[in-house]
C-alpha cells in the first residue's frame, strides 16, 4: 500500500490510485473541466497542476 496526499489534503493509501478511481473504490473530490456522452476531463485527482488534463474514457 501507498499513502498519496490528494489536492484537497486528504490522505489515501492505496496500491494504485488509478485503480480504486476507476473501479469505484474512492471517489475523487476535483473539479470537472468538461464532460460529454463520450468524454470526462477532471482536473487530476493528486497533481492539480495548471494546463494538466486527466481524460477518464
Known sequence: MRKIILSNGQTVEVECLSCA?????MEPD???IT???????PQDVAYPIK???INYN
Open 21 to 25: 478511481l476507476t473501479s469505484g473504490v
Open 30 to 32: 476535483v473539479r470537472v
Open 35 to 41: 464532460e460529454t456522452e463520450y468524454f470526462h476531463a
Open 51 to 53: 494546463g494538466l488534463v
